[in-house]
């Protein structure tokens, strides 16, 4: 079963699994923790029951005034858990 959660920093130690891919764009540290500090109710993983994380996403929201909107920056599924719809269920996770 998938469990998913609010990406923490000690996933950043965590995550090579989905980043090592060349499917994948990757960011340097400071990046990542930028956006956690920023947007933290934007940054979800999903973790397999042995620990292993299998997929996250990080987005945030941008704009002035009244005009807002939100921005999905990057959605990755490391490659032995693609095709079975864990980037669909971190897009419509509420």
Same mark, same amino acid.
């Given at each position: 079963?998938?469990?998913?959660?609010?990406?923490?920093?000690?996933?950043?130690?965590?995550?090579?699994? @989905?980043?090592?891919?060349?499917?994948?764009?990757? #960011? #340097?540290?400071?990046?990542?923790?930028?956006?956690?500090?920023?947007?933290?109710?934007?940054?979800?993983?999903?973790?397999?029951?042995?620990?292993?994380?299998?997929?996250?996403?990080?987005?945030?929201?941008?704009?002035?005034?009244?005009?807002?909107?939100?921005?999905?920056?990057?959605?990755? @599924?490391?490659?032995?858990?693609?095709?079975?719809?864990?980037?669909?269920?971190?897009?419509?996770?509420?």
């Amino acid at each position: 079963m998938t469990t998913t959660r609010p990406f923490v920093c000690d996933d950043l130690f965590r995550f090579n699994n @989905v980043n090592l891919d060349r499917l994948t764009e990757t #960011y #340097y540290m400071g990046f990542y923790l930028d956006y956690l500090a920023k947007w933290p109710d934007y940054m979800l993983t999903q973790e397999a029951p042995d620990g292993q994380i299998m997929a996250y996403i990080m987005g945030k929201a941008e704009g002035k005034e009244e005009k807002w909107h939100g921005h999905v920056t990057a959605v990755t @599924v490391a490659p032995e858990y693609r095709r079975l719809g864990l980037a669909t269920t971190l897009m419509d996770y509420r």
